[in-house]
């Protein structure tokens, strides 16, 4: 597993009284894959903030003996602002009588997601679905240009797809009423564009393939209308999923909070949809270690999976984020200085393009490192016996992206499972022979069969964490399978 840390950097430490994940983790136990109903994460009021500009250096900053400030983020967000679309609670009423009264548009599950990410302002500064001059920028340059000239990063296309007969519908109104998929007001998206779906070229420009099989496309463009709109975004009231997990549905700026609650001089994130082995724990730890010595104080990690839509054979979001939390009861991940997060984005699995995204959103939650591994966001190809994407383009296109100079790369040595010393440790070329390398697909595959790993690969709880996934999936597909012979 090839590893590499994306940074940037400022800012000091405090001491962790006011929020103990430890002990909230310590006092929980699990006995099934069914999720915690108490959070392992809750919010205290900030400490007093003084806000000041600091640009940040490759190199350690130079400290004052009693630091008198501290920066509200480690690094500003794209645009300069974070934006915030949900609409305040005093002018709810008003507004949701005026969505009412508005053409509807019907959101799909996946579009509820995007409306997350927008009215957060994990896309600041975008403030809406994209219009066509907006599409077109993302789509072939993977940034957009601002009002003050400046680029920044854009590399997915946050779009919304309607059919012919809601075009019909919506007719000349300039502004349309959002709805989910149960029938309650989401918003409204205000001063309107409806263009072309051209998906071929969107499908083409995004994956650099057009192959049948993947994911996002079967689940999302080839069923969609053929057009889009776009416009300017206003939600009722926040996105929560009521599926015991909204408490980690931190937004940026509760992030960013806390980062400054906790006085973080350095915030280094790490992005994955699996389950957290020993080997992604290596590399998190040696992170931190290495920030010690460059002379920071207080490095905080950002554990961040992805909770929106995953490929259908990715281990769920609750069981990842049930594990991740044994990993760190059982002390493979310091709670104290972890702070574990749901990323709210859809999955494209789209290899270089996707990751440039994934870094950016990161970015405006405050995060000035961003630990990116081997083939990040890629996939195996869907009709051919290979990788979809050279496993290196994604850290070298991030170290190139346009609107993400404000980022370094920090490269890492490869970790993989020593069978010597019986650990995940950093591949060793000189005895090759000695490492195993254990990919998320085989770790599924003993986790299904209920082989065990090699021991050191994952902590025990974690570990036990995916066996009763896996034991009760494979329950109910032969309950499934009985049911459908007795008829």
Not at 297 to 308: A, E, F, S, T
Request: aromatic share 8%; net charge neutral.
């Amino acid at each position: 597993m090839s590893l590499t840390i994306k940074l940037q950097l400022t800012s000091h430490r405090h001491n962790l009284n006011h929020l103990n994940l430890g002990a909230c983790l310590k006092n929980t136990n699990f006995t099934t894959t069914k999720f915690r109903p108490k959070p392992i994460y809750h919010s205290d009021p900030l400490i007093s903030i003084v806000f000041h500009t600091h640009k940040p250096t490759m190199h350690a900053p130079k400290r004052s003996a009693q630091p008198s400030s501290i920066k509200s983020s480690l690094i500003d967000p794209d645009g300069g602002a974070l934006v915030d679309l949900v609409v305040p609670e005093s002018d709810r009423a008003a507004k949701t009588l005026e969505a009412e009264q508005l053409p509807k548009v019907w959101l799909t599950k996946i579009d509820i997601e995007w409306v997350h990410v927008i009215s957060e302002g994990w896309a600041s500064p975008l403030k809406g679905f994209m219009r066509e001059d907006q599409y077109l920028q993302s789509l072939h340059f993977n940034s957009l240009r601002t009002k003050d000239g400046s680029v920044v990063n854009m590399s997915l296309p946050i779009v919304l797809a309607i059919d012919d007969e809601t075009k019909e519908r919506i007719g000349s109104s300039t502004n349309v009423g959002l709805v989910g998929p149960d029938g309650d007001l989401i918003g409204i998206l205000r001063s309107i564009e409806i263009y072309k779906h051209h998906k071929e070229e969107r499908i083409a420009r995004t994956w650099g393939t057009t192959a049948p099989g993947l994911p996002y496309v079967e689940e999302v463009i080839t069923p969609a209308g053929n057009w889009l709109i776009g416009g300017d975004l206003e939600v009722l009231k926040p996105i929560k999923y009521n599926d015991g997990l909204d408490h980690y549905r931190l937004s940026p700026q509760q992030l960013r909070k806390e980062f400054d609650r906790r006085q973080a001089d350095a915030v280094f994130a790490f992005q994955l949809r699996n389950p957290v082995h020993n080997g992604h724990a290596l590399l998190m730890n040696d992170t931190r270690k290495r920030l010690l010595e460059m002379g920071y104080k207080n490095p905080i990690l950002l554990l961040h999976p992805l909770g929106g839509f995953t490929k259908a054979d990715d281990v769920p979001l609750d069981v990842r984020m049930e594990q991740h939390s044994k990993v760190l009861e059982d002390g493979v991940l310091d709670p104290e200085t972890t702070i574990v997060a749901i990323f709210p984005s859809p999955m494209h699995y789209a290899g270089p393009t996707e990751v440039q995204w994934h870094a950016k959103a990161r970015i405006n939650a405050g995060a000035n490192f961003y630990i990116v591994g081997r083939d990040p966001a890629g996939m195996g190809h869907p009709t051919e016996k290979r990788d979809l994407y050279d496993p290196d383009h994604g850290k070298k296109v991030l170290s190139m992206a346009p609107g993400l100079e404000k980022l370094n790369i920090l490269p890492f040595r490869v970790a993989a499972y020593d069978t010597v010393q019986k650990k995940m440790a950093f591949f060793d070329p000189s005895r090759a022979k000695d490492f195993l390398f254990i990919s998320g697909t085989k770790m599924r595959t003993y986790a299904r069969s209920g082989e065990n790993p090699p021991d050191g690969f994952m902590c025990p709880g974690g570990w036990k964490v995916l066996v009763q996934y896996y034991e009760s999936l494979q329950s109910e597909e032969a309950s499934q399978q009985t049911a459908v012979l007795s008829t």
